[in-house]
């Protein structure tokens, strides 16, 4: 008796529901939502990006929707922009709405297909009670990365390759005009040399992490020559500073001249009296390097006290500055010349010839540095 009760009540609730449904008469109601880019739509900048779609909504019963809404489920990445034309106030009964909507990304989203939930929310009557219901549709999306189609026919042809090198062309030629203007050399064709790959290289691939799913296409390609400029101009800057800072000049006096001989991070031998041979000359001098490594002759100073009672104590400084002293008692003795508690004069000028140079340094003149003889003496020496 037990399974024949089953049975019948397996047979007698869908007719149940069914009358109940028959006497409701719940409208039919048929929902599509397609996207009008069948093949994807090219985002530039995927948070953006506006994709066109179409919204077609058919009431098959013989009941009017009223106030239906056009509305996306929760928790979606998209936005819905006005449907146009707008959904009207009624869909009288077995009629059609055929309209367009454009989906917008709340925020940057990954390139790929995108299944979006909307719903079609609508009110109707049995001529008693209102009733609101819903109808849902889902809506495929596929965002392409910029450039797919055309890096199909590419080798390798993947838009996810081409589009992640092509900042690269824009900051490896920036970087190569600018570092060559920052040479002095004079413009020419960027050319593909291999010392300028690497810094381009690793340019593009940071512009592209950093801003390829915020910014444009163009915008990624600007800020990527931008980056790639950017460095050898930094780098320009700094060596300006640099080079007014602690480049020595024929026209310096002696305490300008002690500061950057003693200081420069760029001097290496403060110790070493040279000769050498520029073009038809022999030169003598001591050995020092301007800051973009040009070697250059300076002379040699005497350091004398201004006051007899500081006479054992500035003997003391520059016994204690000269060689490979550390840069805290170089600085000691520089500061003692600058705060007029010592002096700085010639004690031996740069040779030329047999005779001697005018100026506390030769550089201009001195086309070649064929070195010939080196003699240890200090830059500086204290008066006796």
Same mark, same amino acid.
């Given at each position: ?124 009557? =049995? ?142 031998? *403060? ?38 009672? =500081?006479?054992? *104590? ?17 600085? *000691? ?38 070195? *010939? ?12």
């Amino acid at each position: 008796m037990s399974l024949r009760r089953y049975v019948v009540t397996a047979l007698l609730v869908p007719l149940a529901v069914t009358a109940a449904e028959e006497k409701l008469k719940i409208p039919a109601v048929t929902v599509q939502a397609v996207s009008r880019m069948a093949g994807g739509v090219e985002a530039g900048d995927t948070s953006t990006a506006m994709i066109p779609m179409t919204l077609v909504v058919v009431n098959e019963s013989e009941r009017a929707l009223v106030k239906p809404a056009l509305l996306l489920a929760p928790n979606t990445d998209f936005a819905i922009t006005a449907v146009k034309p707008p959904l009207p106030a009624a869909i009288a009964p077995f009629a059609t709405f055929a309209g367009a909507f454009t989906l917008r990304p709340r925020q940057p989203i990954a390139h790929g297909r995108h299944d979006v939930v909307l719903v079609v929310q609508y009110g109707w009557s =049995d001529g008693k009670t209102n009733f609101t219901s819903a109808k849902p549709a889902t809506a495929s999306l596929v965002v392409k990365r910029p450039f797919e189609d055309e890096a199909k026919g590419l080798p390798g042809g993947t838009a996810a390759l081409f589009y992640l090198l092509l900042p690269v062309i824009p900051a490896f030629f920036a970087y190569q005009i600018v570092d060559r203007w920052r040479r002095g050399e004079r413009f020419q064709i960027p050319v593909f040399g291999t010392e300028y790959l690497l810094p381009g290289f690793v340019i593009g691939l940071l512009v592209n992490y950093f801003a390829g799913a915020r910014v444009s296409r163009w915008g990624v390609l600007i800020a990527a020559a931008v980056a790639g400029a950017a460095w050898p101009a930094l780098r320009w800057a700094w060596e300006s500073y640099q080079w007014k800072r602690w480049a020595f000049r024929e026209g310096d006096d002696e305490k300008t001249y002690l500061r950057k001989a003693l200081l420069s991070p760029w001097v290496r031998r *403060r110790n070493l009296w040279v000769t050498v041979k520029s073009g038809a000359e022999k030169w003598g001098g001591m050995r020092l390097e301007q800051p973009n490594g040009r070697r250059i002759l300076g002379a040699r100073l005497l350091i004398s006290p201004n006051q007899q009672a =500081d006479f054992d *104590r500035v003997k003391d400084m520059v016994a204690a500055a000269v060689g490979n002293a550390s840069h805290e008692k170089r600085l *000691r003795l520089v500061e003692a010349v600058e705060n007029g508690t010592a002096t700085a004069s010639r004690l031996e000028n740069v040779s030329r010839g047999a005779g001697k140079h005018s100026e506390v340094i030769a550089a201009a003149e001195l086309t070649d540095f064929e070195q *010939r003889t080196a003699v240890k003496k200090d830059l500086v020496e204290p008066a006796s």
